[in-house]
């Protein structure tokens, strides 16, 4: 895990700005759906968490069978985010992306284990499910612009109306899942919140940015608000909850 995450790191690292790993291909075309820079730098830290939680379940917490059952799908997750990279920062666009479904297919299913468990220790709630959870829905806006952008390169006028409508719909449609997710599953808050930063600063850039498209911005928005009002509400319910609890 930790020389997988070690790899992944240095391939960004190693770059001499992170836009030169993932948005020298999607900047050139500017879509509308593209992700700032702002968007992508959460990445590092998650990677990071990666690594924090191969060191400390391995020392730590390696009793415990949920961590048992969680080790190779964290192990593969580590692979496949390293190669996810490597693949941007060639500019292999269809491979990249067949990297980066892989890999957050393993991190849905990580949050399903997850969500199926009882976390007894406030450091699993703190580091695993955060590491975990953030990862996935970061990943989920970040992989629907990447999956955009392949269409736009290859198939698709990006700058026809009907690209826009069309890229905005499946926005809506993956904030709405992730509404419903945030009450479902202990998981949720944390996709929620993964997948709101990013799409915060596509907003942003799509009101002022090179990608300029106020009505998909106004579209967006719409979304991130009901993303943040669920957000706000299973927050609330789970404090609630704790308190009556003690």
Aim: proline share 2%.
């Amino acid at each position: 895990m930790l020389l997988a995450t070690s790899w992944a790191l240095w391939a960004v690292l190693a770059a001499s700005t992170l836009v030169d790993v993932a948005g020298s291909w999607l900047e050139r075309d500017a879509f509308v759906s593209s992700v700032p820079l702002f968007g992508l730098l959460p990445w590092i830290g998650l990677t990071a968490g990666v690594g924090l939680y191969a060191i400390w379940q391995g020392v730590a917490r390696w009793r415990l069978e949920l961590h048992q059952k969680l080790r190779p799908w964290v192990l593969a997750l580590a692979l496949s985010n390293a190669l996810w990279v490597l693949c941007l920062k060639r500019e292999m666009i269809g491979l990249s992306l067949i990297c980066g479904y892989l890999l957050l297919v393993i991190l849905v299913r990580i949050a399903v284990i997850l969500g199926r468990n009882f976390l007894i220790q406030h450091i699993d709630r703190w580091l695993t499910r955060a590491c975990f959870g953030l990862f996935a829905g970061w990943l989920s806006v970040i992989i629907m612009s990447q999956t955009l952008a392949f269409f736009a390169i290859s198939h698709a006028n990006q700058n026809s109306l009907m690209f826009k409508g069309a890229s905005a719909l499946v926005l809506t449609l993956l904030a709405l899942f992730l509404c419903a997710v945030t009450f479902k599953n202990p998981m949720g808050i944390y996709l929620n919140s993964g997948a709101l930063w990013v799409l915060g600063w596509i907003i942003i850039d799509r009101y002022n940015g090179q990608g300029s498209s106020p009505l998909f911005a106004t579209v967006s928005l719409i979304a991130a608000v009901l993303m943040l009002i669920c957000l706000l509400s299973a927050l609330r319910t789970r404090l609630q909850r704790i308190i009556s609890s003690q």
